[in-house]
């Protein structure tokens, strides 16, 4: 029963015997796919397990509500006890909120310092950190939105070129007699296919012989927008600055070897800003004299843990956004610049460089070629050359028979003539 039920869940793994997009794609799908995954499990165990938080200050309410209660509304910082000495400031952000902006002291000299008006001083800033509450379900949704252009792209015909796959891969694995069955079986399907792609004229045929490159375009570019999307939005999870975020990774690169962190430790490190480990908290209640308001530090330990996590999604999100703008760019080139394509075929197929082959190839269109290349990629050189030879002289006996019958006047001499009759 266990076994079967774990059986159900095999379709949703991210690594598929047979796939039809790239290595690229598979980044995406199945490395960001599962990293996400496993971040999101590790969070998930971390907030629902263990102490979440433990706080210290508070007389008048029992220690269970208090922290229950600091972690529903919120535990914040004050902008001003940034960057200051830690002489003057315990933790980097944890002072009470309504310290006096100035406090007079006595100088050497014997006189005191002055102070401004209380008034004309802005109140302290608040920082509120609620982010937390959705660290586990942060990962779960990029998940989640990592794997959905697979998904779209199965919906929009890419999942129809698997039986194809699968079949180059039971022939490789057969026996003389039943590779030839299966041989012949891909390239009539091949044949068909190409067939219309060749000569069909006008908009709609232009169309279907480019949808399924224009599918994979369409893929990628939604794979280079969930990137994006993702780190921009991160930074709005954030309650200080988002653009804390944006440059977390690089200011933790360079803090780590700068010298000047261990003179005075008046800069706060961008990771105690995002991910503070000592908060305060306030709890107002009504008491004889009206509201009263009760403070507490708190420490806030998961984020020990979560700084690290979100160091890596940052790292892994700048080295993902760069991977899919280079497999934009390589599509792009690929559908407008089909020479590379073919001699990239020629080679991987270990193919001669014959003219009927780079007619075939070339009036297939983006989507033809993207199956030749399929072919390429899940076939040995053996059957893919056997393969597409054959394939060839099919295609190139109809373009010639097809040509016959629009020009009856014209003779086989006249006729555009390839090397169709050498097997390989």
């Known amino acids: 029963m266990v076994i079967e039920l774990l059986a159900g869940?095999?379709?949703?793994?991210p690594f598929k015997d047979a796939t039809v997009d790239d290595s690229w794609d598979q980044i995406n799908r199945c490395y960001v796919f599962l990293a996400m995954v496993l971040m999101g499990a590790v969070t998930t165990m971390r907030q629902f397990s263990g102490t979440l938080i433990a706080c210290d200050g508070f007389t008048k309410?029992?220690?269970?509500?208090?922290?229950?209660?600091c972690w529903s509304i919120g535990m914040y910082t004050v902008r001003e006890a940034y960057n200051l000495p830690s002489s003057m400031v315990p933790y980097p952000g944890v002072i009470p909120w309504d310290v006096p902006a100035c406090v007079p002291r006595l100088l050497k000299n014997g006189s005191m310092t002055r102070c401004g008006s209380e008034k004309e001083v802005l109140p302290a800033d608040k920082v509120f950190h609620l982010w937390y509450q959705w660290a586990s379900f942060y990962f779960w949704i990029v998940a989640i939105l990592y794997y959905t252009p697979y998904i779209m792209f199965k919906q929009l015909g890419g999942a129809e070129y698997k039986p194809l796959i699968k079949m180059l891969a039971l022939a490789s694995a057969s026996r003389e007699q039943q590779m030839q069955e299966i041989q012949e079986r891909v390239v009539n399907w091949l044949f068909f296919r190409f067939k219309t792609y060749i000569f069909g004229k006008g908009y709609y045929a232009w169309l279907r012989k480019n949808s399924f490159s224009l599918?994979?375009?369409?893929?990628?570019?939604s794979y280079l927008l969930i990137t994006v999307l993702v780190f921009y939005m991160t930074g709005?999870?954030?309650?200080?600055?988002?653009?804390?975020?944006?440059?977390?990774g690089a200011d933790w690169y360079g803090t780590r070897f700068s010298s000047y962190m261990d003179v005075n430790n008046s800069i706060t490190l961008t990771k105690d800003i995002l991910f503070p480990k000592m908060v305060a908290c306030e709890i107002k209640r009504w008491g004889p004299s009206g509201v009263e308001v009760e403070s507490a530090q708190c420490v806030l330990a998961p984020n020990v843990l979560?700084?690290?996590?979100?160091?890596?999604?940052?790292?892994?999100?700048?080295?993902v956004f760069f991977t899919n703008l280079i497999s934009c760019f390589l599509h792009i080139s690929e559908m407008f610049f089909s020479n590379g394509t073919y001699n990239r075929m020629i080679d991987q197929g270990m193919l001669p460089n014959k003219p009927s082959y780079r007619y075939v190839f070339m009036n297939i269109?983006?989507?033809?070629?993207e199956i030749v290349q399929i072919l390429t990629d899940n076939s040995n050189p053996l059957l893919f050359s056997q393969i597409f030879n054959d394939l060839t002289d099919l295609l190139i006996t109809t373009t010639k028979n097809s040509d016959m019958v629009e020009n009856p006047a014209k003779t086989d001499s006249s006729v555009i003539e390839?090397?169709?009759?050498?097997?390989?």
């Open 9 to 13: 869940f095999k379709g949703l793994s």
């Open 61 to 69: 309410f029992h220690a269970q509500f208090a922290e229950d209660y």
């Open 215 to 221: 599918v994979i375009g369409i893929t990628k570019l």
């Open 236 to 248: 709005f999870m954030f309650e200080y600055d988002r653009n804390t975020w944006y440059r977390y």
């Open 306 to 319: 979560y700084q690290y996590l979100f160091l890596f999604t940052w790292y892994l999100l700048i080295a």
């Open 365 to 369: 269109g983006a989507g033809g070629r």
């Open 418 to 424: 390839f090397d169709t009759n050498t097997s390989l």
